[in-house]
């Protein structure tokens, strides 16, 4: 994890891989700030969806312990709604680097369309 101390706060960046070990550890809530189309074409299992269109950080969960993990497909629209985050005082936050892409390249499961027959199917390192 990197982090980063901004004027408002603690911005962090987490690897695929850490934000993966968070969710299967049940230490991350992933919010997805994608579009909907988006979300639903492709998405990371268990993420929630609160996209950039509507985002108010007022509706991010709160988890308690667990770390909020924002995520988009590349990190540019996640680190911009993570700063905003942490200006309408948020103390800290995370998001995804590399976004989704980076997720699919480090060959982590994610849900995906199958399509032939528009179905979601889990994709896995095993399965492509």
Known sequence: MKTETTDHGELETWTPQEVADGLAQGKVTLVDVRTPAEYAFESVEGALLLPMAHFDPRFLPSDGDKRVVLMCGSSVR?????????????????????????WKKAGLTHIATDMASGAPVRKTPSNG
């Open 78 to 102: 996640s680190g911009k709604m993570a700063r905003k985050t942490l200006e309408a005082g948020a103390e800290r936050i995370a998001h995804l680097q590399d976004g989704f892409a980076g």
